[in-house]
């Protein structure tokens, strides 16, 4: 489709003519802005709609806790493995976070390609799936799913609206995926920083200011549902200079650390132990996912309870200085039920998960650190662990400092993300999200390539196969050391 204006409007006044015939005045950029403005505001009703069904999927899990806590050991195992072969087909789109899918579709302009992971069949399964998966405890979040489906929101009103070029295509996707995660935290600032940093890797002035509208639209959408309210509470809490600054340190080494190991966990490889776990998943993925499921239950019950679901209530109680039982152990056994619920490859995201972990280990810290605020350290534990898993330190700062509506631990939690992504470079030298972006490009680009050798055999090179375990996704899982291409924005 061609983006050329039209003539401008005539008038009588050669100043006038030149004012109507601005660019800003232009039915193609109005088109554009209202279909863009119309998008915000479903995609902030459809992030409302999730978040309530998720609090009520979680609740009726609650209620069947009620009446034993054996009874996850037989409905997760059995749920997990229905959701694995639900997706294992036409639906395989809808599983994991739906983060990576969305950095894929802005970087893959191929229509087909976009429609096999944006189609509203997947939004809408997406969401189903999640709130199935959180209905037996499954220990996952609901924000990367709510960017999958703003994505794929958008991509299909751009469409609706005649929006074919595929480079348009790629800001509307863009547009939903950053309205999606600001309306599932109320975090617009979050947002606008989220689509700069992880999903585009760039920053377009051109587009800077739809986008920043985009995600104004759906925020005061969000505002006036829901109200002005902030994620974890306020928390008044703040980091004096000296000696409590060690807490910086900590933070960040340790849960940096950790995050990156996580990611490196459900990241997979090609060698050692997590390769065995990689091909043991390929060979049976139903009863693969049964086992994580048995093995969510089998923490849930050596927990108390507290590891299933999104971690949103443990997160907060650490935050606003209230009790967790059991507390001290709390980080860990989360981190792990995070893991085998992303092994199991359902859908659901990282992010809530991922700030529960994360202030269950700065709880941790501020034992060793009796000089410093215990909440403030939580803070600087939830951020920095955030950072280590994502890879996105100034998201995580700006998440973090939203969540709580603290402003005057400004400077430490920015120090401690940038700090916790050094030391999880260790484990993940690429971002968990553009590692699993990069494996469907790269899986893309190899089909793309078979493809075409079939259309014209070359009897001199022959097909290559890959082997080795895959993702959640059922991407080839490739070691960042045998990585040739970083994937670029």
């Not at 074919?164 to 939903?176: E, M, V």
């Not at 989220?194 to 509208?213: D, K």
């Not at 290559?464 to 996704?473: I, K, L």
Request: with cysteine.
């Amino acid at each position: 489709m061609s983006s050329q204006s039209p003539a401008p409007p005539q008038a009588s006044n050669p100043r006038l003519r030149a004012v109507l015939g601005h660019e800003f005045f232009a039915p193609y950029q109005w088109k554009r802005r209202i279909a863009l403005w119309s998008g915000a505001v479903l995609v902030a009703l459809s992030a409302i709609l999730f978040a309530k069904a998720s609090d009520w999927s979680y609740a009726l899990f609650q209620k069947m806790l009620a009446h034993g806590i054996w009874i996850p050991l037989i409905i997760t195992p059995i749920v997990f493995g229905l959701l694995s072969w639900v997706t294992s087909g036409r639906l395989r789109a809808a599983r994991g976070s739906g983060i990576p899918q969305v950095i894929a579709t802005i970087h893959i302009e191929d229509t087909s390609f976009r429609a096999r992971m944006l189609a509203m069949p997947i939004a809408v399964s997406k969401m189903v799936l999640t709130l199935l998966a959180l209905m037996v405890g499954a220990s996952i979040g609901r924000e990367g799913p709510t960017v999958h489906v703003g994505a794929g929101v958008m991509h299909w009103l751009g469409r609706r609206f005649g929006f074919t070029d595929p480079k348009a295509l790629s800001r509307f996707i863009l547009a939903g995926g950053a309205a999606g995660i600001a309306a599932a935290f109320n975090t617009p600032l979050a947002g606008v920083v989220f689509a700069i940093e992880e999903l585009a890797g760039t920053f377009e002035h051109r587009f800077s200011g739809l986008l920043l509208t985009a995600v104004f639209v759906g925020g005061v959408v969000s505002l006036g549902i829901t109200g002005n309210y902030t994620y974890f509470g306020t928390v008044q809490a703040s980091l004096p200079l000296g000696h409590a600054w060690l807490a910086v340190l900590e933070c960040g080494i340790v849960c940096g650390l950790l995050g990156g190991l996580f990611a490196r966990l459900i990241l997979l490889s090609r060698s050692g132990p997590l390769a065995a776990i990689g091909r043991l998943r390929d060979r049976n993925p139903v009863l693969f996912a049964v086992g994580c499921g048995l093995a969510l239950a089998v923490l849930g019950v050596l927990s108390n309870n507290t590891v299933y679901g999104t971690g949103y209530a443990q997160a907060r109680a650490f935050v606003q200085e209230s009790p967790v039982t059991p507390g001290h152990s709390f980080g860990i056994v989360k981190l792990l039920a995070n893991v085998v619920s992303y092994w199991a490859g359902i859908p659901g995201g990282i992010f809530s998960p991922a700030l529960a972990v994360g202030a269950g280990l700065g709880h941790n810290i501020a034992q060793f650190l009796p000089r410093a605020p215990e909440a403030a350290v939580v803070l600087l534990g939830m951020s920095a662990y955030l950072s280590g898993v994502t890879g996105a330190p100034l998201t995580s700062a700006v998440i973090a400092m939203e969540l709580t509506n603290n402003q005057d631990m400004v400077i430490p939690i920015m120090a401690v993300c940038l700090l916790a992504r050094a030391a999880a470079s260790i484990f993940s030298p690429t971002p968990v999200y553009k590692d699993f972006a990069e494996r469907m490009i790269q899986d893309f680009e190899r089909q793309q390539a078979l493809h075409a050798a079939e259309e014209k055999p070359d009897p001199a090179s022959p097909p290559s196969e890959h082997a080795g375990p895959t993702s959640a996704y059922g991407e080839p899982a490739i070691d960042a050391e045998s990585r040739k291409d970083e994937l670029k924005p």
